[in-house]
């Protein structure tokens, strides 16, 4: 069969009611493979093919299992379902999968993370912010309006991707960012993961170290910052405020009264994720054994950025001066 961009679940319920196998391509001819697989056992399943380098995705749920398989040649990871009486809710998760994959250049891992990260995102019920995420998002409100500054609010709005939970908080053109807000007097600041803090192949990594502090009558609430950018969106990008609206819907804002006032303690430190910058990623398990290796599903630490020189040449949009929006 030749390359589709989707697998449509029409026709894949007819393969499963009448019992007939078939491997639909997904990717084009040039690129790594991607198979949607429908076998004679009245299954369904996704094909990957895997890199040299690249990992095998790992399954944070009983219900779906990826196991490594070889397939015509091919190292590939098979993404399939325990309950069968969730095929159609599944089928979905396999081509938002295979689009990250085919469309959207990512791994086979990074696909499948930033998938199930979306989905249980979408499900979950926002709750209350605590005041790490409180100003974590005040801090991502300074980026994004910086970013507004040097390309628009349309561009600025369609690059923030923390609200889903992404790998970083902006996807820029040409050049991702990590937001890290903290209130001590210190630039100390907690990564959550192996990929926090792990650039994207091709794409530069830069992070925003923000030091807030209680502001009294002259700092800005949450809320009021919440407010001011949406007024700004509205006045000079209308069509982008839908998405705004939606990106904030998903964040769990405070309801009610809000009185946390914060200002800027310091100029906002900018630092490229390279060699010198004080990261782990999985390449930190390598001295270990693989199935000891194996078992350690991800990492929580905290980093100390205080003292770093920042380089001379970051993107322009993180050059102009920060203020809470």
Avoid at 235 to 248: F, G, N, S, V
Wanted: hydrophobic fraction near 40%; charged fraction near 30%; glycine fraction near 8%.
């Amino acid at each position: 069969m030749t390359a589709d961009s989707r697998a449509n679940w029409s026709e894949v319920e007819e393969y499963l009611a009448s019992g007939r196998g078939v491997s639909i391509p997904l990717a084009g001819p040039q690129s790594p493979r991607v198979d949607y697989v429908v076998s004679d056992g009245h299954d369904i399943a996704l094909h990957l093919q895997l890199g040299p380098r690249q990992r095998l995705p790992r399954s944070p749920h009983p219900l779906i299992l990826v196991e490594e398989i070889a397939h015509e040649g091919l190292r590939m990871a098979r993404l399939r379902t325990t309950q069968r009486t969730l095929l159609r809710d599944f089928h979905d998760l396999l081509c938002g999968v295979a689009d990250r994959v085919t469309a959207g250049g990512r791994t086979p891992e990074q696909a499948f993370g930033e998938t199930v990260r979306a989905w249980r995102a979408l499900l979950e019920r926002p709750r209350e912010l605590t005041t790490e995420r409180r100003i974590g998002l005040m801090g991502e409100l300074a980026v994004l309006r910086n970013l507004a500054r040097a390309h628009g609010w349309d561009s600025a709005v369609e690059s923030w991707t923390g609200p889903f939970s992404e790998e970083h908080d902006f996807g820029a053109d040409g050049f991702d960012v990590e937001v890290k807000t903290t209130a001590a007097e210190e630039r100390l600041h907690s990564v959550h993961g192996f990929d926090q803090l792990t650039p994207v192949p091709g794409r530069p990594l830069w992070v925003v170290s923000i030091q807030v502090t209680r502001g009294g009558a002259e700092g800005r609430t949450l809320t009021e910052c919440v407010e001011a950018v949406r007024v700004d969106v509205s006045d000079r990008a209308p069509a982008a405020l839908e998405r705004l609206d939606m990106l904030l819907g998903r964040l769990g804002l405070p309801r009610g009264q809000d009185d946390e006032r914060w200002r800027m303690r310091s100029a906002p430190l900018v630092l490229a994720v390279d060699d010198r910058f004080p990261s782990l990623d999985r390449s930190a398990l390598e001295c270990l054994p693989r199935d000891i290796a194996a078992r350690i599903r991800d990492i929580d630490y905290r980093i100390d950025l205080t003292g770093l020189e920042p380089p001379s040449d970051p993107p322009s949009a993180l050059r102009n001066p920060f203020a809470l929006a």
